[in-house]
């Protein structure tokens, strides 16, 4: 008796000395990015960015005193395969999704997630559906959308007093409703426009001779390109672009001019006009502590750079901590809730705000190529 007693009393002893089984497993978070294919260099330095915001996380005590553990998943930039990979994120037991570079992709897998009762953020895609339609309720999105990004663009050819536009758009939710966009918003400015100039291709596209050729004949007063292929499909259309000689500016869509894009375009890229909502080395993000911690972090890791789509898919694992730290749950709607408008402090982009439908707010930095680099204008 004496013994058996002695045995609990030990027992009860080494409980208190050994985290709970429950408490040392990890948080499963699934990352469903293109790994391979055009997107595949994009999809994985988005993927890196979020591996590394992981560690930062996990080094601060992680979430609820748990480590993060991130599950890679290839989405191939295909509906199909994406709806696939997000069924086996499910069996994995993943209490939250990063997803989205393409938003066939995204529209896709939304309702499979919402269905298995699991959380999930969008880094990248800019469709409008994704937060309005039904597939997903609680959508919660890091990048701005193409309604937002429209405003920006639409200032810029009113800017240069273009009244003939060509348009070059990515035939897919995205880049047809980036350009629906763009021309609401010049509707409503009451600008005087014409579209002289349709041309549309596939996300894998890389041969524009021809689109550029009738862009040219058309003698537009600017061309305006959505092109979401960073590591091919833009570098080609802005190599053909110049080539071509067409002779008129142009403007290529919020977020499709990034430092992949110049490194492969080379001089082609020069005085390419466009916007965009992060710049590591520009303020208010230059002096930002979060901010300035991912850029180190990355640094020290050496494997990519910090750029908007890197910082995109990093804060929304950063939010996504900061938030169930807050509520003190893994619940999808008590996370989700706490992010859908409201704001969450001490992010890469600082005090994250986020409008009640799940998109997150941003400001806008109009910006040139010169020389084979980003120029952020006044």
Known sequence: MKRRMLAMAMGLALATLVPSAEAADP?????????????GDDGQRVT???????????????VLGRPIQVLVRDDESTPAVGVAKANE????????????YNSPVTLAIQPVLARAGIMDITAISKADPILSGTGNKLAVRTNSSNAMDAAAIAQAIMQM????IGFATQNDAYGNGAQAAIEAELKKASWDYQVVSQQGFSFTATDFRVAVTALKDAKPDVVVVTNS??????PAFLQQ????????PLVAAVGTISPQVLEVAGPAANG?????????NVEPFASNPANKAFVAALAKDGKVQADKFTALGAVALQVWAIAANQVKSLEKEKVAEAIRGHTIPGTIFGDASFAANGQMQARYFPMVVRDGKIVVQP
């Open 48 to 62: 890196r960015a979020v591996q590394v915001m992981a560690e930062v996380i996990n080094a601060q005590g992680g």
């Open 272 to 280: 390419v006009v466009s916007a965009d909502i992060y710049f590591a």
């Open 229 to 234: 292929s960073a590591s091919s499909g833009m």
């Open 241 to 248: 672009y110049a080539q071509a000689q067409v002779g008129v």
């Open 161 to 164: 007093k273009a009244h003939k």
């Open 89 to 100: 994120l499910i069996g994995e037991g993943v209490s939250l999704v990063i997803e989205g």
């Open 27 to 39: 948080i499963k978070v699934g990352m469903l990015f293109p790994q391979s294919g055009g997107a």
